[in-house]
């Protein structure tokens, strides 16, 4: 994928992700994001510890984070946006993603 990354990382999703992985006990290789099967819309988004590199990982270092990417995951994340928010009822990773075609109605999953 010459040129063109498979995730872009805001800097409080990279500042969010290098607390996690500090607090965490463990070396780490970063964090992998995949997608499965799930809720209404079909598909939702995986984030998970990494403790090493897989095989055929996309690998995406960005503002001094790595980010893994699940080669199973990357032709439906390409181009998106992983973000960081904080707001008075949740906080959590959001994902910013080109290739959606909708959302179910309680945000959970979406479909491509």
Do not use: W
């Not at 498979?6 to 607390?19: C, G, H, N, S």
């Not at 055929?56 to 984070?65: A, H, L, N, W």
Request: glycine share 12%; hydrophobic share 40%.
């Amino acid at each position: 994928m010459a040129g063109k990354q498979a995730l872009l990382v805001t800097d409080a999703a990279a500042e969010r992700i290098q607390a996690l992985l500090a607090g965490r006990g463990k070396p780490s290789a970063g964090v992998r994001i995949g997608v499965r099967s799930r809720g209404c819309s079909g598909l939702s988004y995986t984030l998970e510890y990494a403790d090493e590199k897989g095989k055929f990982d996309e690998i995406v270092e960005d503002k001094g984070v790595t980010v893994l990417v699940d080669p199973k995951a990357v032709m439906f994340l390409l181009g998106t946006e992983m973000d960081y928010v904080e707001e008075k009822l949740q906080s959590g990773f959001v994902f910013r993603n080109p290739n959606e075609k909708g959302r179910c109605g309680c945000g959970e999953s979406f479909h491509v």
